[in-house]
T-cell receptor, first 113, second 113 residues
Framework: EAGVAQSPRYKIIEKRQSVAFWCNPI?????LYWYQQILGQGPKLLIQ????????DSQLPKDRFSAERLKGVDSTLKIQPAKLEDSAVYLC???????????FGPGTRLTVT | GNSVTQMEGPVTLSEEAFLTINCTYT??????LFWYVQYPGEGLQLLLK?????DKGSNKGFEATYRKETTSFHLEKGSVQVSDSAVYFC????????????FGQGTELSVKP
């Protein structure tokens, strides 16, 4: 069974530029999560989808971050414009409906200069 | 709100030493508890989990027991190996928060030969 796929693996941008990350969850997993992991900290949830609906986006900085999961499968997370403090690893995870065990992708390491 | 507190690292041990990484939590309701591991250059992997009080999760020689009376989920291993060097994250999820994971800050373990 293929795992959670993410791309790109690494991205370097200048502040005020925009960037997008892509995630393809494990086939059949209804729930998809985006987490932000700042160096030296544990991951923090940005947004949670169930199928193509948003379950929780309370920690998403909506003035600059957006995310979508249009067909209930893959998802994109966008930052526009980026700030220095957005430098982090962005992790995508998925889980089957009703199961709290989450499967994580390799992450995208973003550096904002 | 719900939170997880881990002992700070880094922790440095000699091969075959006994390992304990402390984890305590604060949660409303009845959380599920997890230990995730992040090996250098890799994504987060579930190490073990426990879903109710007094459950013991175990995997790869690691164990943790869900202690409701002390709100703890300490990770232990009787004899660590160099290959156990990684960052370990304690986490919880609750049904009333949609299953999102709340992580501790992580504990870096370095095992020397």
């Amino acid at each position: 069974e293929a795992g959670v796929a993410q791309s790109p693996r690494y991205k370097i941008i200048e502040k005020r530029q925009s960037v997008a990350f892509w995630c393809n969850p494990i086939s059949g997993h209804a729930t998809l999560y985006w987490y932000q992991q700042i160096l030296g900290q544990g991951p923090k949830l940005l947004i949670q989808f169930q199928n193509n609906g948003v379950v929780d986006d309370s920690q998403l900085p909506k003035d600059r971050f957006s995310a979508e999961r249009l067909k209930g499968v893959d998802s994109t997370l966008k930052i526009q414009p980026a700030k220095l403090e957005d430098s982090a690893v962005y992790l995508c995870a998925s889980s089957p409906l009703g199961d709290y065990e989450q499967y994580f992708g390799p992450g995208t390491r973003l550096t904002v200069t | 709100g719900n939170s997880v507190t881990q002992m700070e690292g880094p922790v440095t041990l000699s091969e075959e030493a006994f390992l304990t990484i402390n984890c305590t939590y604060t949660a409303t309701g009845y959380p599920s508890l997890f230990w995730y591991v992040q090996y250098p250059g890799e994504g987060l992997q579930l190490l073990l989990k426990a879903t109710k009080a007094d459950d013991k999760g175990s995997n790869k020689g690691f164990e943790a027991t869900y202690r409701k009376e002390t709100t703890s989920f300490h990770l232990e291993k009787g004899s660590v190996q160099v290959s156990d060097s990684a960052v370990y994250f304690c986490a919880l999820s609750t049904y009333n928060q949609g299953g999102k994971l709340i992580f501790g800050q992580g504990t870096e373990l370095s095992v020397k030969p």
